[in-house]
């Protein structure tokens, strides 16, 4: 039985909410735990930014999965038929937009907190009023992007090819990361200047490299062939979109010995970034050496991303030609 958008919604929002305040709780633990378990003024930028990416997260393919849900009549939306839709593809529900307006949500709320109750005080209620707000946007421009699905030509190829969608997650997984581990820079155990090329300091960003990379992984696990599906649908990418996997041969080996050959890479390049940079006398923002250190990391991440990404957009292939053999079938009878 179908179930009607109201019904549909109800259950969904249920999920969506403990699915963002777990989401919530383990970037902000991370951050909190990396500033040595405090929390000052000074935090509240970076914190609205990571606040603001998570909501980003979660609307910058919504207009995708609803475009699924509405082909495949998965859910009887109906009442947005004889709904007039004033808004097209308005910029201001653009996801770049809703996150830059996000940010500075997000930071008002925490310089206001801050500015009434004390520090630990105001931590402890942006953890628990954030994932509200997040989910209560993300609840006001779902009808906006139905609208914009139903209403819409479906005539813009929006991505040519997998790497320009690739690119644009990598970026934001970059930003987050950058937000999440900024406060060690303040910290005597990050503090490398003149001390890179040393046991201590390569043993300390190789850590740092795998518990960003571990988690950056853990959100990869998600599938993304319903959202591809609905680009399909939409017209937005077509059955060119992703030809090939590169190295097909480190694809075919198992994660864990992928993993270790990485664990291998990346120390190397830690000992040879530590050797240039003590050489030359450079005394590098902890970000850009981060970054720097990270940087195989980041490209097994982006290789990653890819191989799962092309298997959900075949299987996806797969789900828009089967749908389409039965959409003619039905139409015979």
């Known amino acids: ?29 991370f951050y909190w735990k990396n500033t040595g378990f405090s929390f000052s003024p000074k935090d509240a930028w970076c914190v609205s930014g990571i606040l603001a990416l998570v909501l980003y997260g979660f609307i910058a393919d919504l207009r995708a999965y609803w475009a699924y849900k509405c082909v495949v009549k998965n859910v009887d939306l109906s009442c947005f038929l004889n709904a007039e839709s004033k808004v097209r593809k308005g910029f201001l529900f653009s996801p770049f937009t809703v996150l830059a307006l996000a940010a500075l949500l997000f930071s008002g709320l925490s310089w206001a907190l801050l500015s009434l109750v004390p520090p630990g ?6 953890v628990i009023v954030a994932p509200l707000l997040i989910w209560g946007i993300v609840a006001l421009l779902r ?14 190829l929006k ?4 790497t320009g969608y690739l690119a ?22 990050f503090d490398l200047s003149g001390h890179y090329f040393t046991l ?5 960003m190789l850590i740092l490299c795998a518990v960003v990379l571990a988690i950056n992984l853990l959100f990869l696990r998600f599938t993304k062939r319903y959202i591809f599906l609905g680009h399909l649908f939409m017209n937005e990418v077509d059955l060119y979109f992703s030809q090939s996997i590169p190295w097909r041969t480190l694809n075919a080996k198992p994660l864990w010995l992928r993993l270790a050959l990485l664990l291998v890479i990346e120390f190397v390049w830690l000992v040879l970034v530590g050797l240039v940079v003590t050489l030359t006398g450079w ?4 970000e850009a050496y981060f ?9 097994y991440y982006a290789l990653h991303a890819r191989w799962k990404w092309h298997n959900d957009f075949m299987m996806s292939c797969d789900m828009c030609l089967r749908w389409d053999e039965i959409r003619r079938q039905t139409a015979l009878w």
Not at 1 to 28: A, C, E, G, H, S
Not at 121 to 126: E, K, N, Q, S, T
């Open 291 to 299: 970054l720097l250190c990270y940087a195989p990391c980041l490209a």
């Open 121 to 126: 005080v105001a931590l402890a209620a942006i």
């Open 168 to 189: 644009v997650a990598v970026v934001m997984s970059v930003m987050m990361n950058l937000l999440t581990i900024a406060p060690l820079g303040n910290s005597a155990e």
């Open 143 to 156: 009808p906006v992007y139905i609208k914009q699905i139903i209403a819409s030509a479906r005539d813009t």
């Open 159 to 162: 991505y040519k090819r997998l």
């Open 1 to 29: 039985m179908i179930p009607d958008y109201l019904t549909f919604i109800r259950f969904q929002d249920k999920r969506n909410l403990l699915f963002i305040y777990i989401v919530t709780l383990i970037l902000l633990g």
């Open 200 to 204: 201590n300091a390569i043993i300390t």
């Open 283 to 286: 005394s590098l923002w902890f």
